[in-house]
């Protein structure tokens, strides 16, 4: 089983910043793309951040110039950097990998649980 798991949200103000991790853990033989998801209440799930085996990454509009994804392939963690946060940027966040746990699979899409960031004075 592959599990991705999460840390780092939590309460910050306007104006902060936030580090987001996900470590990918159990039966994985190779890690393709990773990225970063986000659902506030009454809204549909949106991309926020993505990150290709080989650095590509990809932002949405609204936080481009803000946010850094990155990964660390060595430790199968991906890392979501979060800068001049504003209210609007209230979400959980989720964290999402495309996994092949074996030589001869297919990737499969891959979902930690969640973590909440709110932005708040």
């Known amino acids: 089983q592959v599990q991705l798991v999460e840390s780092g949200g939590g309460l910050v103000q306007p104006g902060g910043s936030l580090r987001l991790s996900c470590e990918a853990s159990?039966?994985?033989?190779?890690?393709?793309?990773m990225g970063w998801h986000r659902q506030s209440p009454g809204k549909q799930r949106e991309l926020v951040a993505r990150i290709t085996s080989s650095g590509n990454t990809n932002y949405a509009a609204s936080v481009k110039g803000r946010f850094t994804i990155s990964r660390d392939n060595a430790k199968n963690t991906v890392y979501l950097q979060m800068n001049s946060l504003k209210p609007e940027d209230t979400a959980v966040y989720y964290c999402n990998a495309d996994i092949k746990p074996r030589l001869w699979s297919a990737d499969l899409n891959y979902w930690g649980q969640g973590t909440q960031v709110t932005v708040s004075s």
């Open positions: 159990g039966s994985i033989f190779s890690i393709n793309a």
